[in-house]
């Protein structure tokens, strides 16, 4: 019926004739006075602020205007030309007549259209230009980002058949309960029954933009062992509540110049590796505390990343990319104290320093390569004088097992201390840690989503003195100082939705004293070095920022009694 009123209409409107501006002017404020009510109604539910709608009002008037007055000029010069050429003067005016009903209709459509494309313009320019929060919420909560990321573990660890009982002895905790006697059951390592417990791991980061250039972090974390290279949460406590700890807290700041150039990001506090490296030298979960720059020098054209590459982050992978950007020159300083030592002049330190080159080939392959030197100061053993214990310091607070172990105290310098049975009471390490690595890591992603990289690492602890090691400890211990890695990752560099994919395959190798046990991957071998052996693992998303993966970590003694055991890891994972 409708359809067939606005065929009537048209030819109505050509036939018939009569004045109707009193009527149009009605109109016209009707339609005006719906405009501005709406515009009320935005900007009371927050759509746009008022300043914005008076700036749309003022705008909406002065463009009206001028276009009546132009409309009035055009209508000037047609009726000119409709008029007697003869005598000058202006011809007859039709005013079309338009129906009641007709006129209806068309408001009706008019008022619809205008309302839904006036919104729709609105709310588009509104979300663009962010318009109404800055009025709704105060400045500080706009320099404020949070994230996190949760992680629920299967663990299954299975030992190998020849394993032997009790042939692993528990330094850590021998050290800590003051001698092999006072540790009891718990002076040997598990070795020979398997083990299966879930845990959990949150993680849960606030950071504060300061000033321009300037960002202050904080990052809380689940941690039930005290342990720097895990915090997990292992389930089964019999309801006690998790404990949390601060893993992170820093100052950052990143220097970047008016033409765009990011020259260099320095950090202070407890922060991220900065380091390009893999797990053969620091745990995916270790957080550096000290001070730590990298500086960037560009070495050719500015290059913008066109697509996704493997880097730093929540997911399986163990290699840290560190902080160079594209086209760019890198070296990378730290200073991380260690252990703060009361009546020492000489705490416990770790000095460091890499250099290496990170270039775009295109914009499908990204080469990353490096070279580090890790000087630990004033880690190394010292045994103590009869009756003193006056270097009890120079024990570890923190190791694993693995690095080979020279006696602080024993029933031959504390006997009072020691009993006459014990072998020695407290261990430090035997050797000092100075290690040059070198990195390489290959990111080629001419296959669409999917990328290929290839890594390869390879340490050497040039601190290993044979010589020192048989003066401070009466032994000849043989150099085991080499660590390698090689790993190929195949998928998704990034798991960000449903169907997302990636495999890996990786072989290690790390000799007795070739790093520092302390820091090294805590899932390989359970922690520590002398172990070599191979991971496999995939990696699929079930959701936006939701993923499964499952990883087996087969590892065997390189020196020493059997020690082989396998490692399955299945998580479910999730970000935000």
């Known amino acids: 019926m409708k359809a067939d009123r606005k065929l009537l209409a048209a030819p109505l409107a050509l036939i018939l004739a009569s004045t109707a501006a009193a009527g149009e002017k009605e109109e016209l404020l009707k339609l005006k006075n719906t ?35 132009a409309e009035a000029a055009k209508e000037e010069q047609v009726a000119a030309k409709q008029g007697n050429p003869g005598k000058g003067k202006p011809g007859p005016v039709r005013v079309t007549y338009v ?44 320099r404020f ?35 092999i006697t006072a540790a009891g059951e718990d002076a040997f390592l ?11 791991r949150v993680r849960l980061g606030l950071e504060a933009q300061i000033a321009d250039h300037f960002t202050a972090g904080i990052r809380l974390a689940t941690s039930n062992d005290r342990s720097p290279i895990s915090i997990n949460q292992t389930l089964g406590q019999y309801g006690k509540q998790y404990e949390v700890a601060l893993d992170r807290a820093f100052l950052q ?26 797990d053969n030298l620091f745990d995916p979960d270790l957080s550096f505390e000290g001070f730590a720059g990298t500086f960037r020098l560009p070495i050719g054209p500015k290059a913008e990343l066109a697509q996704d ?10 290699i840290n990319m560190g902080f160079s950007t594209p086209n760019t020159a890198f070296l990378t300083l730290g200073a991380f104290p260690l252990q703060e030592i009361e009546l020492e002049s000489q705490d416990k330190w770790l000095w460091a320093a890499q250099s290496g080159l990170d270039w775009l080939f295109g914009t499908n392959t990204r080469v990353k390569a490096g070279v580090a030197y890790y000087d630990y100061k004033n880690i ?16 570890p607070e923190f190791f694993t097992k693995g690095n080979s172990l020279a006696a602080i105290r024993s029933p031959g310098n504390d006997p009072d201390g020691c009993a006459v049975n014990e072998i020695v009471c407290l261990v430090g390490l035997a050797s000092d840690f100075n290690i040059v690595d070198a990195m390489f890591a290959l990111d080629y992603g001419g296959f669409g989503e999917n990328h290929v990289m290839f890594t390869a690492n390879y340490s050497e602890n040039i601190g290993f003195d044979e010589k020192e090691i048989l003066k401070r400890t009466g032994e000849t211990i043989k150099p085991k100082t080499t660590a390698f890695q090689v790993r190929l990752d195949v998928g998704r560099p990034e798991i960000r939705k449903f169907g997302d994919w990636s495999t890996f395959f990786a072989y290690k190798y790390l000799e007795r004293d070739s790093v520092l046990d302390a820091f090294t991957d805590s899932n390989f071998h359970l922690a520590g070095t002398d172990a070599k052996g191979w991971m496999a693992g995939m990696v699929y998303g079930l959701a936006k920022n939701t993923w499964a993966n499952i990883r087996w970590l087969s590892a065997d003694e390189i020196d020493g009694p059997p020690f082989g055991v396998d490692v399955l890891l299945v998580d479910l994972n999730a970000r935000f």
């Open 99 to 142: 129906p009641d009903f007709v006129k209806d209709e068309i408001r009706a459509e008019v008022s619809k259209e205008l309302r839904d494309e006036v919104v729709k313009e609105v709310k588009s320019q509104a979300k663009t230009e962010k318009w109404g929060v800055p009025a709704a919420l105060p400045d500080w909560v706009n």
């Open 309 to 318: 590459f493997f880097r730093s982050g929540p997911q399986y992978r163990q």
């Open 380 to 395: 190394v053993a010292q045994p103590n004088a009869l009756g003193s214990r006056r270097n009890d310091w120079t024990a």
């Open 253 to 278: 700041y990143d220097h970047v110049d008016g033409k765009g150039t990011d020259w260099f990001t320095v950090w202070a506090g407890r922060f991220a590796n900065p380091w390009l490296s893999t």
């Open 190 to 200: 598990n070795t020979t029954v398997d083990r299966q417990r879930y845990r959990i």
């Open 35 to 69: 405009t501005l009510n709406l515009i009320d109604i935005l900007v009371q539910q927050g759509i746009i602020d008022k300043s914005k709608a008076e700036d749309m009002i003022k705008q909406a008037e002065t463009k009206a205007a001028a276009e009546a007055k």
């Open 145 to 179: 980002k949070l994230s996190g990321d949760f992680r629920v573990r299967f663990e299954d660890q299975l030992f190998a058949d020849d394993n032997q009982e009790g042939s692993y002895l528990n330094w850590p905790v021998i050290n800590e309960d003051g001698g």
